[in-house]
């Protein structure tokens, strides 16, 4: 049983800012590779950003500079603070979780950027 529970997402204005979490529980004997992945209407899943086991980092251009991600320590819980938000950022978006050869994924947390 291994379970991905995000939490964060929300309304907010352009140029405005959320941070999302994910946290990850159950039968876990490792720290992960973890990513943020979004989706929006119409178009295919993107990565966001990723993070890896010992805090290696790497981001989508589209979002570099605005969006960070970050780890609690020694665990598989993980942050995505977004600053500058831009309409263009409206989606859903999902925590993903790489261990034992597979993926994990949470249920998604709906991002809206609106003015």
């Known amino acids: 049983q291994v379970q991905l529970v995000e939490s964060g997402g929300g309304l907010v204005q352009p140029g405005g800012s959320l941070r999302l979490s994910c946290a990850a529980s159950g039968r876990i004997f490792s720290i992960n590779p973890m990513n943020w992945y979004r989706q929006a209407p119409g178009k295919q899943r993107e990565l966001v950003a990723g993070?890896?086991?010992?805090?290696?980092?790497n981001y989508a251009d589209s979002v570099k500079s605005r969006f960070t991600i970050s780890r609690a320590n020694a665990k598989n819980t993980v942050y995505l603070q977004m600053n500058s938000l831009k309409p263009e950022d409206t989606a859903v978006y999902y925590c993903n979780m790489i261990y034992q050869w597979r993926d994990y994924w949470g249920q998604g947390t709906q991002v809206t950027v609106s003015s």
């Open positions: 993070i890896t086991s010992v805090g290696s980092t």
